[in-house]
């Protein structure tokens, strides 16, 4: 299973995360009253980058671009994709730090270019991240102390007998604080200011062209596929539905089925977060961070309270 | 998409992804940018073709001139094309940098952007229309077809031609040139 | 090999650099590489040796007594590894500087005192060689002059502060057992009152506090770090201020002992408890004071507190894995800092002593190994996988989630998440970003200086990715204390509820990193450019107009500045204040007029007849 | 057998004998001292054997005590004699090149009277004795501090001398006042019919000897002319008044308390003046500008300790008050010497004019350094082993009184460490960075230093080296009984 897992799971993970990516300029496309791309735009995109010549500011703006999507779809392995999980080891902590690596891998590039657009987008990137990891790190506690463990597979199936986290109460408060973060981790508006295009450039990647832009889509399309999934793997149980899939329990058939439940939960969650981003202007740095570490740190905190207490 | 198509993606997908994936630099030249925004949004929506319009010259493909370009927006243009990064494409957008237009003797504008950078195709017009930058992008799909869009093989090739004209009008130009003899 | 001879060749080592230092320079030189790579050799000879002499009686009858064990061995290793590196770093690193002898002297005698420190097997000889250790420090970190004298200053005046805590203690014990030695100690120890015990872990606890520069007792370090040579920083902040934490498990777990003091008071009011959170403040606060700094150095120091409360965090905890956490990730944070530190000096060294963030930039490209060094250091110092800081953060983090702490958990990794912003801000003003002109022309740092940068990055991704090797020693120290052994692998820990296999991590790492360089390589070429010729809108960046690193994080300075002061330093200094003020007008006691000088005696003879007539004592 | 009374004899003769020397020759005359104190010490040393099996009593002219003049040669004397034998050898070698203006063959006599009165306070038996050879050593003194003949020195022996002769008085009227009431002069004596009079008519004639000894003593407030004089008299003689005039004056207070009156419950008085002491004089220290001054300063702050380890009233505290004793002698013995050549180069006392003197005279720059590290109590120096010893007594006693005092104490430590590493940093660590030419202090005086390092740090490293001696001089004041016993028979 681990080693199927090791190789289905990238593939669906760069298959859905790309698909979201298209789905998500079409919904916003509708939302907006337009036609829209097609939905496999992102792929013509990223084929269309590949082709193209790009430049390089030298070895170190290459390392880091590959440093970032090698270590995202090495995070990929270690997310439980319905019930595909190629490695366990170290658990969620472990996880949380390579979700750190696939940012930093484009900060490092991003400033090896030298753009001063760059180097904004990428101080905004982190204070960014350091604002809603606030509240995220404290959601994650929470479900870690919650259950008991620091395992994202063991997490998932005991969320196996009630089908999701929020049978118990305490687990709501956190949902809800996940959910307003949501957007400041995909990078959605109101938090765009990273790649904030009309003011800096698109930001980070304002060097970034051909296949360093190509690689950088593909890793953007796993890092939403992953702040996507974590939400459905500690909240909404994963590949778990109410046990429709107890009947088919042991055959290959629920594996299949577990991860067609998992995407289309992950489809639903896609959609809060796009109508958001639809609708929004955007913040300001400092407007994003008072945001995120007043409501949604604040929730988290509050429930991470109520956790411990009913513990 | 329909059959042929396929085979021609399967061909060459880089050509062909280069044809529906114009990442278009809009660079705010003149005039002329006042019917992008219009194209880009609800009205003509331009995305459906995969067009959208992007930040920086390193990610584009398609280089939008919109309007007369003077001596001073010169240099940034220019700049900003030999940032694109190649296979890319011009379009010159109203009458103006085909032969100056209102401005033809203007001490500060040039009447002709050819001779500057190579431009693949020219929108005629005073202003002209939305659907004709659509025209327009239609006619660069098929030249990109012929392979006949081939400004930036030219640049390459007559970049000595190029750079003495740019030098000309702009005098002692402050970036090294793009292609030295080592990389021509 | 006797442990006496050890010490003898570290001491005597110490005045032979000296000594050879006025012959000759290149002798020096050659005499202090070897002394300190001598005493690498002996040291790792003695692994797993457990033995104890007593070395000497003369001092009021104590027996003054030896002891190597796994405890000892640990940072003995480290410490005589350290010093030999930045020996080696500071052989081209302070060639032009004034009293290179007495620096190196210095050196050596602190790496010595450091040394009979960690193989004390009384607390005469602890205290004897802290002390040492803490005035050869304050003279070296007066070395630099200016700036430094206060920095010096601050160091000794807390320093002392600490030792006579550490006296009270010691003689406390001397007093009440009649010996000294640590492990008679332990065993006289466990029937006395609880009401002792925590005396002496509190009195003892202010000592290693300082040392180790938990909240808030951290004040000297940021200035002492930044202060002194690059060299002998990274030996400060990687293991002189670490005997803290050595102090910290000598008291816990060797003296009074680890069953003991874990249960020392009751729910939060309990001494572990109390000190974690001490360590979690420690952590947080310094790790986002770190941000607002724009002293290279002076950022490294304030992660150099951060990370020390990790260590006090995961040894107080008091859980196998708290434990071999916090003595892991002393370890590795010695490796990283140290590693940053001399990366900064090589900085320093090429651009003629810059450290200023704000005015650097670019130097990537003309110094990669520095470079390299900086960026495994920093990935180190977040705790990157692959790199032996996740390990001991990992080890540090699971305990505290699983022993159910999360606010302690959330505070560890919050710092981490504060680390992340800091150290690229030193990472991206240091050698990414534009090179200005300045620089265009550098020296070069020579071979001297760059071998202890490759050792030690080495090191960082051999112990990220084989944690097992140095888990094994620490493993046979926590279970000398009392916990339960870990279940080691080369590979990482394994245990029930979570497993830590480097190994996998690497491998998928390092497959992916394969095949994603291969598409890179095999797609097509990209041009090379300069640097300077980036897209800012169709113009030229400006070069030298401006920095635009200066103020990296500008919208987080405006919200936070008036939040993240140091005020424990603002405090402190305001009592230095106040003390001198009062000195001073206690000094007009003696007014200088004889007349009042009369009156004094009269008024002695007064009190006498007064004491008398009140309480007739006589 | 050596008769004890040539360690005062010798000095006391050479004195009276210099001016005549001096019109032999002149060049003679500045070894004489050092001849007189090498067999000083020569003697002391062969003493101590002897002294630590049986206490001598000489018998001046062959009276038997009460009646005669005696001295009494004990541990405690014989201590204090090695360590003023000692102290004088050392300074008079140092005086060979640092006294080279002025009158000097009144140094020199000056000098050695001084240290012969010293001699003669610890060794004597007699009340009246202790007053006159207290009084040689008080006037010789007032008369060395305004030796350099500048406005300083002789307004600060002015002060000094006023408020020495106003203590001198006290002590004659306290002697008096006792000798009316029981008859007798002989301190064995006297101690022995103590208990026969009224408390009252004792406790005046007490307070008035305590108070004219504690002038010399620097108890305080009885110290105010301490820092006048320390500073302003040559360093050789600032080193004298500090490392023995101080002490010998608060040997003869303890000598009083303890066995005189046996006012051993007096004593928990002196623990509060003590530390009252120590505190003053370390925070009047802190902020001085001037080396010698706070030189001074820390020697009122050393007196203050000593009482209070003294006043412990413990075998262990009374030795460990002897042990501080030794060690500030020679710790504040160090510094003044090697202050006196920083101060002969720079010319000033100011601190901040010290700034880069380490790499003029780096030698001497050094020995200070030891010497301020063994003043604060720093190991591997002796400093280190007295303090180490002196908390030990405080904690052996188990009160909670005295570890709260020793948290007190260490307080003035640590204050005292701030202002000497300040000095240290800007000996060592201000003001140029150029290489200059070496100025070193001549080497005879760096040898008469260099034994006093060597003295700090095998002191410092080995004090079982001086333990039996500090216990039977503490079970000499413990053992009032013993005291009277072997002077009366």
Same mark, same amino acid.
């Given at each position: 299973?681990?080693?199927?897992?090791?190789?289905?799971?990238?593939?669906?993970?760069?298959?859905?995360?790309?698909?979201?990516?298209?789905?998500?300029?079409?919904?916003?496309?509708?939302?907006?009253?337009?036609?829209?791309?097609?939905?496999?735009?992102?792929?013509?995109?990223?084929?269309?980058?590949?082709?193209?010549?790009?430049?390089?500011?030298?070895?170190?703006?290459?390392?880091?671009?590959?440093?970032?999507?090698?270590?995202?779809?090495?995070?990929?392995?270690?997310?439980?994709?319905?019930?595909?999980?190629?490695?366990?080891?170290?658990?969620?902590?472990?996880?949380?730090?390579?979700?750190?690596?696939?940012?930093?891998?484009?900060?490092?590039?991003?400033?090896?270019?030298?753009?001063?657009?760059?180097?904004?987008?990428?101080?905004?990137?982190?204070?960014?991240?350091?604002?809603?990891?606030?509240?995220?790190?404290?959601?994650?506690?929470?479900?870690?102390?919650?259950?008991?463990?620091?395992?994202?597979?063991?997490?998932?199936?005991?969320?196996?007998?009630?089908?999701?986290?929020?049978?118990?109460?305490?687990?709501?408060?956190?949902?809800?604080?996940?959910?307003?973060?949501?957007?400041?981790?995909?990078?959605?508006?109101?938090?765009?200011?990273?790649?904030?295009?009309?003011?800096?450039?698109?930001?980070?990647?304002?060097?970034?062209?051909?296949?360093?832009?190509?690689?950088?889509?593909?890793?953007?399309?796993?890092?939403?596929?992953?702040?996507?999934?974590?939400?459905?793997?500690?909240?909404?149980?994963?590949?778990?539905?109410?046990?429709?899939?107890?009947?088919?329990?042991?055959?290959?058939?629920?594996?299949?089925?577990?991860?067609?439940?998992?995407?289309?939960?992950?489809?639903?969650?896609?959609?809060?977060?796009?109508?958001?981003?639809?609708?929004?202007?955007?913040?300001?740095?400092?407007?994003?961070?008072?945001?995120?570490?007043?409501?949604?740190?604040?929730?988290?905190?509050?429930?991470?309270?109520?956790?411990?207490?009913?513990? | 998409?329909?059959?042929?198509?396929?085979?021609?993606?399967?061909?060459?997908?880089?050509?062909?992804?280069?044809?529906?994936?114009?990442?278009?630099?809009?660079?705010?030249?003149?005039?002329?940018?006042?019917?992008?925004?219009?194209?880009?949004?609800?009205?003509?929506?331009?995305?459906?073709?995969?067009?959208?319009?992007?930040?920086?010259?390193?990610?584009?493909?398609?280089?939008?001139?919109?309007?007369?370009?003077?001596?001073?927006?010169?240099?940034?243009?220019?700049?900003?094309?030999?940032?694109?990064?190649?296979?890319?494409?011009?379009?010159?957008?109203?009458?103006?940098?085909?032969?100056?237009?209102?401005?033809?003797?203007?001490?500060?504008?040039?009447?002709?952007?050819?001779?500057?950078?190579?431009?693949?195709?020219?929108?005629?017009?005073?202003?002209?229309?939305?659907?004709?930058?659509?025209?327009?992008?239609?006619?660069?799909?098929?030249?990109?077809?012929?392979?006949?869009?081939?400004?930036?093989?030219?640049?390459?090739?007559?970049?000595?031609?190029?750079?003495?004209?740019?030098?000309?009008?702009?005098?002692?130009?402050?970036?090294?040139?793009?292609?030295?003899?080592?990389?021509? | 090999?006797?442990?006496?001879?050890?010490?003898?060749?570290?001491?005597?080592?110490?005045?032979?650099?000296?000594?050879?230092?006025?012959?000759?320079?290149?002798?020096?030189?050659?005499?202090?590489?070897?002394?300190?790579?001598?005493?690498?050799?002996?040291?790792?000879?003695?692994?797993?040796?457990?033995?104890?002499?007593?070395?000497?009686?003369?001092?009021?009858?104590?027996?003054?007594?030896?002891?190597?064990?796994?405890?000892?061995?640990?940072?003995?290793?480290?410490?005589?590894?350290?010093?030999?590196?930045?020996?080696?770093?500071?052989?081209?690193?302070?060639?032009?500087?004034?009293?290179?002898?007495?620096?190196?002297?210095?050196?050596?005698?602190?790496?010595?005192?450091?040394?009979?420190?960690?193989?004390?097997?009384?607390?005469?000889?602890?205290?004897?060689?802290?002390?040492?250790?803490?005035?050869?420090?304050?003279?070296?970190?007066?070395?630099?002059?200016?700036?430094?004298?206060?920095?010096?200053?601050?160091?000794?005046?807390?320093?002392?502060?600490?030792?006579?805590?550490?006296?009270?203690?010691?003689?406390?014990?001397?007093?009440?057992?009649?010996?000294?030695?640590?492990?008679?100690?332990?065993?006289?120890?466990?029937?006395?009152?609880?009401?002792?015990?925590?005396?002496?872990?509190?009195?003892?606890?202010?000592?290693?506090?300082?040392?180790?520069?938990?909240?808030?007792?951290?004040?000297?370090?940021?200035?002492?770090?930044?202060?002194?040579?690059?060299?002998?920083?990274?030996?400060?902040?990687?293991?002189?201020?670490?005997?803290?934490?050595?102090?910290?498990?000598?008291?816990? +777990?060797? /003296? &009074? !002992?680890?069953?003991?003091?874990?249960? *020392? $008071?009751?729910?939060?009011?309990? @001494?572990? =408890?109390?000190?974690?959170?001490?360590?979690?403040?420690?952590?947080?606060?310094?790790?986002?004071?770190?941000?607002?700094?724009?002293?290279?150095?002076?950022?490294?120091?304030?992660?150099?507190?951060?990370?020390?409360? +990790?260590? /006090? &965090? !995961?040894?107080?905890?008091?859980?196998? *894995? $708290?434990?071999?956490?916090?003595? @892991?990730? =002393?370890?590795?944070?010695?490796?990283?800092?140290?590693?940053?530190?001399?990366?900064?000096?090589?900085?320093?060294?090429?651009?003629?002593?810059?450290?200023?963030?704000?005015?650097?930039?670019?130097?990537?490209?003309?110094?990669? /190994?520095?470079?390299?060094?900086?960026?495994?250091?920093?990935?180190?110092?977040?705790?990157?996988?692959? =790199?032996?800081?996740?390990?001991?953060?990992?080890?540090?983090?699971?305990?505290?989630?699983?022993?159910?702490?999360?606010?302690?958990?959330?505070?560890?990794?919050?710092?981490?998440?504060?680390?992340?912003?800091?150290?690229?801000?030193?990472?991206?003003?240091?050698?990414?970003?534009?090179?200005?002109?300045?620089?265009?022309?550098?020296?070069?740092?020579?071979?001297?200086?760059?071998?202890?940068?490759?050792?030690?990055?080495?090191?960082?991704?051999?112990?990220?990715?084989?944690?097992?090797?140095?888990?094994?020693?620490?493993?046979?120290?926590?279970?000398?204390?009392?916990?339960?052994?870990?279940?080691?692998?080369?590979?990482?820990?394994?245990?029930?509820?979570?497993?830590?296999?480097?190994?996998?991590?690497?491998?998928?790492?390092?497959?992916?990193?394969?095949?994603?360089?291969?598409?890179?390589?095999?797609?097509?070429?990209?041009?090379?450019?300069?640097?300077?010729?980036?897209?800012?809108?169709?113009?030229?960046?400006?070069?030298?107009?401006?920095?635009?690193?200066?103020?990296?994080?500008?919208?987080?300075?405006?919200?936070?500045?008036?939040?993240?002061?140091?005020?424990?330093?603002?405090?402190?200094?305001?009592?230095?204040?106040?003390?001198?003020?009062?000195?001073?007008?206690?000094?007009?006691?003696?007014?200088?007029?004889?007349?009042?000088?009369?009156?004094?005696?009269?008024?002695?003879?007064?009190?006498?007849?007064?004491?008398?007539?009140?309480?007739?004592?006589? | 057998?050596?008769?004890?009374?040539?360690?005062?004899?010798?000095?006391?003769?050479?004195?009276?004998?210099?001016?005549?020397?001096?019109?032999?020759?002149?060049?003679?005359?500045?070894?004489?001292?050092?001849?007189?104190?090498?067999?000083?010490?020569?003697?002391?040393?062969?003493?101590?054997?002897?002294?630590?099996?049986?206490?001598?009593?000489?018998?001046?002219?062959?009276?038997?005590?009460?009646?005669?003049?005696?001295?009494?040669?004990?541990?405690?004397?014989?201590?204090?004699?090695?360590?003023?034998?000692?102290?004088?050898?050392?300074?008079?070698?140092?005086?060979?090149?640092?006294?080279?203006?002025?009158?000097?063959?009144?140094?020199?006599?000056?000098?050695?009277?001084?240290?012969?009165?010293?001699?003669?306070?610890?060794?004597?038996?007699?009340?009246?004795?202790?007053?006159?050879?207290?009084?040689?050593?008080?006037?010789?003194?007032?008369?060395?501090?305004?030796?350099?003949?500048?406005?300083?020195?002789?307004?600060?022996?002015?002060?000094?001398?006023?408020?020495?002769?106003?203590?001198?008085?006290?002590?004659?009227?306290?002697?008096?006042?006792?000798?009316?009431?029981?008859?007798?002069?002989?301190?064995?004596?006297?101690?022995?019919?103590?208990?026969?009079?009224?408390?009252?008519?004792?406790?005046?004639?007490?307070?008035?000897?305590?108070?004219?000894?504690?002038?010399?003593?620097?108890?305080?407030?009885?110290?105010?002319?301490?820092?006048?004089?320390?500073?302003?008299?040559?360093?050789?003689?600032?080193?004298?008044?500090?490392?023995?005039?101080?002490?010998?004056?608060?040997?003869?207070?303890?000598?009083?308390?303890?066995?005189?009156?046996?006012?051993?419950?007096?004593?928990?008085?002196?623990?509060?003046?003590?530390?009252?002491?120590?505190?003053?004089?370390?925070?009047?220290?802190?902020?001085?500008?001037?080396?010698?001054?706070?030189?001074?300063?820390?020697?009122?702050?050393?007196?203050?300790?000593?009482?209070?380890?003294?006043?412990?009233?413990?075998?262990?505290?009374?030795?460990?008050?002897?042990?501080?004793?030794?060690?500030?002698?020679?710790?504040?013995?160090?510094?003044?010497?090697?202050?006196?050549?920083?101060?002969?180069?720079?010319?000033?006392?100011?601190?901040?004019?010290?700034?880069?003197?380490?790499?003029?005279?780096?030698?001497?720059?050094?020995?200070?350094?030891?010497?301020?590290?063994?003043?604060?109590?720093?190991?591997?120096?002796?400093?280190?082993?007295?303090?180490?010893?002196?908390?030990?007594?405080?904690?052996?006693?188990?009160?909670?009184?005295?570890?709260?005092?020793?948290?007190?104490?260490?307080?003035?430590?640590?204050?005292?460490?701030?202002?000497?590493?300040?000095?240290?940093?800007?000996?060592?660590?201000?003001?140029?960075?150029?290489?200059?030419?070496?100025?070193?202090?001549?080497?005879?005086?760096?040898?008469?230093?260099?034994?006093?390092?060597?003295?700090?740090?095998?002191?410092?490293?080995?004090?079982?080296?001086?333990?039996?001696?500090?216990?039977?001089?503490?079970?000499?004041?413990?053992?009032?009984?013993?005291?009277?016993?072997?002077?009366?028979?």
């Amino acid at each position: 299973m681990n080693i199927i897992a090791l190789f289905v799971s990238p593939l669906i993970a760069l298959i859905a995360g790309m698909f979201f990516l298209g789905l998500s300029r079409k919904i916003s496309a509708r939302i907006q009253w337009r036609y829209g791309p097609p939905i496999y735009q992102p792929v013509i995109d990223v084929i269309r980058s590949f082709s193209q010549k790009s430049i390089t500011h030298g070895k170190f703006f290459d390392f880091g671009i590959i440093l970032s999507l090698s270590s995202s779809f090495v995070l990929i392995l270690f997310l439980p994709i319905g019930k595909l999980c190629a490695l366990t080891s170290g658990g969620l902590i472990a996880f949380l730090y390579l979700m750190l690596m696939g940012p930093f891998g484009i900060a490092l590039s991003g400033a090896a270019a030298a753009n001063p657009n760059s180097s904004i987008g990428i101080s905004r990137k982190f204070l960014l991240a350091l604002a809603y990891e606030v509240p995220l790190l404290l959601v994650l506690l929470t479900v870690m102390t919650h259950y008991h463990t620091i395992s994202l597979v063991e997490i998932v199936n005991i969320q196996a007998n009630s089908g999701w986290a929020f049978g118990s109460w305490a687990l709501i408060l956190p949902g809800i604080a996940y959910l307003l973060i949501l957007p400041a981790i995909l990078g959605m508006r109101p938090f765009e200011v990273v790649g904030a295009a009309q003011e800096i450039s698109s930001g980070p990647i304002a060097e970034f062209g051909g296949k360093h832009l190509a690689f950088y889509t593909l890793q953007h399309a796993l890092h939403v596929f992953v702040g996507i999934a974590l939400f459905v793997d500690i909240f909404l149980g994963g590949w778990t539905f109410f046990g429709l899939l107890n009947p088919l329990a042991g055959t290959v058939w629920a594996v299949i089925f577990g991860i067609i439940i998992f995407l289309l939960k992950m489809t639903l969650v896609l959609f809060i977060g796009l109508f958001v981003n639809a609708v929004y202007p955007r913040f300001r740095i400092e407007q994003a961070m008072q945001y995120l570490w007043k409501w949604p740190t604040l929730i988290s905190f509050v429930g991470l309270i109520i956790v411990v207490l009913t513990k | 998409m329909d059959r042929n198509q396929i085979g021609k993606w399967l061909k060459n997908p880089g050509k062909m992804a280069n044809k529906y994936s114009f990442h278009v630099v809009y660079f705010c030249t003149g005039c002329g940018i006042i019917e992008v925004p219009p194209s880009i949004t609800t009205r003509w929506d331009a995305e459906r073709f995969g067009i959208i319009p992007v930040a920086t010259p390193r990610q584009a493909n398609l280089f939008l001139i919109t309007g007369y370009v003077s001596t001073k927006t010169l240099a940034a243009i220019i700049r900003t094309y030999e940032q694109m990064p190649e296979p890319k494409y011009t379009v010159a957008f109203g009458s103006c940098p085909i032969n100056g237009g209102m401005y033809y003797d203007s001490y500060n504008t040039i009447t002709s952007l050819d001779k500057y950078i190579p431009v693949d195709g020219y929108i005629a017009g005073c202003m002209p229309r939305p659907e004709a930058i659509f025209i327009g992008v239609t006619h660069l799909w098929k030249l990109i077809d012929m392979d006949k869009a081939d400004g930036y093989k030219r640049y390459r090739e007559d970049y000595v031609h190029y750079r003495a004209n740019q030098e000309q009008i702009l005098g002692e130009l402050d970036w090294p040139p793009l292609f030295s003899k080592e990389n021509l | 090999m006797s442990l006496e001879l050890l010490l003898i060749i570290a001491f005597s080592g110490a005045f032979l650099t000296y000594l050879s230092g006025k012959i000759s320079s290149q002798l020096r030189d050659g005499v202090a590489v070897l002394i300190s790579l001598g005493l690498v050799a002996i040291v790792s000879f003695l692994y797993n040796v457990q033995t104890e002499t007593v070395f000497y009686q003369g001092f009021f009858g104590i027996s003054l007594i030896l002891r190597m064990n796994s405890l000892a061995w640990f940072f003995a290793i480290a410490i005589v590894s350290f010093t030999a590196l930045c020996i080696i770093y500071s052989l081209s690193y302070m060639k032009d500087c004034e009293r290179s002898n007495y620096y190196y002297f210095m050196m050596l005698l602190i790496n010595a005192s450091m040394l009979t420190i960690v193989l004390a097997g009384d607390l005469v000889t602890f205290f004897v060689a802290w002390e040492i250790m803490s005035w050869s420090t304050f003279l070296l970190i007066s070395y630099n002059r200016n700036g430094a004298l206060q920095a010096g200053i601050k160091y000794i005046v807390l320093s002392l502060i600490g030792s006579m805590c550490m006296l009270v203690g010691i003689l406390s014990i001397y007093t009440s057992f009649g010996t000294v030695n640590i492990a008679d100690v332990a065993n006289h120890l466990t029937p006395s009152s609880v009401g002792y015990k925590l005396f002496l872990l509190i009195i003892f606890s202010i000592t290693f506090g300082i040392k180790n520069a938990i909240m808030p007792l951290h004040t000297w370090l940021p200035d002492a770090y930044a202060e002194s040579p690059s060299p002998f920083s990274a030996v400060l902040s990687g293991m002189l201020t670490r005997m803290g934490v050595f102090g910290f498990l000598l008291i816990m +777990y060797v /003296i &009074v !002992g680890m069953k003991t003091t874990l249960h *020392l $008071g009751r729910g939060f009011l309990s @001494f572990n =408890t109390i000190l974690c959170w001490l360590g979690a403040i420690t952590i947080v606060i310094p790790t986002f004071i770190a941000m607002l700094q724009n002293d290279a150095k002076k950022l490294l120091a304030w992660h150099g507190i951060g990370q020390g409360g +990790y260590m /006090i &965090v !995961g040894i107080a905890f008091g859980t196998s *894995l $708290g434990a071999a956490g916090g003595i @892991f990730h =002393t370890l590795n944070h010695a490796t990283y800092i140290v590693l940053l530190f001399l990366s900064v000096g090589a900085i320093e060294y090429s651009t003629n002593g810059l450290r200023d963030l704000n005015s650097l930039g670019g130097l990537f490209k003309k110094m990669p /190994i520095a470079f390299f060094g900086g960026l495994l250091g920093i990935s180190g110092l977040i705790g990157v996988p692959l =790199t032996n800081g996740f390990v001991s953060k990992w080890l540090i983090y699971k305990t505290l989630i699983l022993g159910n702490a999360p606010f302690l958990a959330f505070a560890a990794l919050l710092g981490t998440w504060g680390t992340v912003l800091s150290v690229y801000k030193f990472l991206h003003n240091l050698f990414l970003g534009q090179l200005p002109e300045e620089h265009k022309e550098i020296k070069k740092a020579p071979l001297t200086m760059q071998i202890p940068i490759v050792i030690l990055s080495f090191t960082i991704i051999l112990f990220g990715i084989l944690p097992g090797l140095p888990l094994k020693v620490i493993n046979s120290i926590i279970v000398a204390a009392g916990f339960q052994a870990l279940d080691i692998n080369i590979w990482g820990v394994t245990s029930e509820t979570g497993t830590l296999n480097m190994l996998n991590i690497f491998a998928a790492i390092a497959v992916f990193g394969a095949i994603f360089w291969g598409i890179f390589k095999v797609a097509r070429k990209s041009t090379p450019v300069d640097q300077y010729d980036n897209y800012a809108a169709g113009a030229a960046v400006p070069k030298n107009k401006y920095h635009y690193t200066v103020e990296y994080y500008a919208p987080f300075y405006r919200m936070g500045k008036p939040f993240l002061k140091d005020i424990f330093d603002m405090f402190y200094n305001r009592i230095a204040e106040a003390i001198g003020s009062i000195c001073d007008s206690v000094r007009k006691i003696y007014t200088g007029y004889v007349g009042s000088y009369v009156m004094y005696i009269v008024l002695f003879i007064a009190s006498l007849i007064f004491v008398q007539l009140t309480w007739s004592i006589f | 057998m050596v008769n004890p009374i040539l360690l005062i004899v010798v000095p006391l003769g050479l004195a009276f004998a210099l001016p005549i020397v001096n019109l032999i020759s002149k060049k003679i005359i500045k070894y004489i001292p050092v001849l007189a104190f090498l067999f000083n010490l020569i003697l002391s040393l062969l003493l101590i054997p002897k002294v630590l099996e049986q206490t001598i009593i000489v018998k001046i002219g062959g009276f038997h005590p009460p009646f005669g003049i005696n001295l009494f040669v004990g541990p405690v004397g014989i201590l204090f004699s090695t360590l003023i034998a000692l102290a004088g050898f050392l300074v008079s070698i140092y005086a060979l090149s640092y006294i080279k203006e002025g009158p000097k063959e009144k140094y020199h006599i000056l000098y050695l009277l001084l240290l012969t009165g010293a001699t003669g306070v610890v060794l004597t038996g007699d009340m009246f004795n202790l007053f006159v050879f207290f009084e040689i050593l008080c006037i010789s003194s007032y008369a060395l501090v305004a030796y350099l003949g500048n406005k300083a020195g002789i307004e600060s022996s002015i002060k000094y001398l006023i408020q020495g002769s106003v203590g001198s008085s006290l002590l004659l009227l306290g002697i008096g006042l006792l000798y009316g009431q029981l008859g007798t002069l002989n301190m064995a004596d006297i101690a022995n019919q103590i208990n026969s009079i009224s408390s009252p008519s004792i406790f005046v004639p007490m307070i008035f000897i305590i108070t004219g000894l504690g002038i010399e003593a620097a108890i305080f407030p009885l110290n105010a002319w301490l820092p006048d004089a320390h500073s302003s008299a040559p360093s050789s003689i600032s080193a004298i008044l500090s490392g023995i005039a101080i002490e010998v004056g608060l040997y003869a207070v303890i000598r009083v308390i303890f066995t005189i009156f046996n006012a051993s419950s007096f004593l928990m008085f002196f623990v509060f003046l003590g530390v009252l002491t120590l505190l003053i004089g370390e925070m009047s220290a802190f902020s001085q500008k001037n080396i010698k001054r706070m030189l001074a300063y820390s020697s009122i702050g050393q007196i203050g300790l000593i009482m209070f380890a003294i006043s412990l009233n413990t075998q262990l505290g009374i030795s460990a008050g002897f042990f501080q004793m030794i060690s500030h002698t020679l710790g504040k013995g160090l510094l003044f010497l090697s202050v006196g050549f920083l101060i002969y180069k720079t010319g000033s006392m100011k601190i901040s004019s010290f700034e880069g003197i380490g790499k003029k005279m780096p030698i001497t720059s050094l020995l200070f350094t030891i010497g301020a590290f063994s003043i604060v109590g720093l190991p591997p120096f002796a400093g280190f082993a007295s303090k180490f010893m002196i908390i030990k007594a405080a904690l052996t006693t188990g009160q909670l009184l005295f570890t709260v005092l020793i948290g007190v104490i260490l307080l003035g430590t640590v204050i005292e460490g701030a202002y000497f590493f300040k000095v240290i940093q800007s000996i060592y660590f201000k003001g140029t960075t150029d290489i200059i030419k070496r100025d070193e202090a001549p080497l005879i005086a760096l040898i008469s230093m260099s034994i006093f390092v060597l003295l700090i740090i095998f002191i410092g490293v080995y004090p079982d080296f001086i333990a039996r001696i500090l216990n039977s001089a503490a079970s000499e004041f413990i053992n009032r009984i013993d005291y009277i016993r072997s002077v009366l028979g």
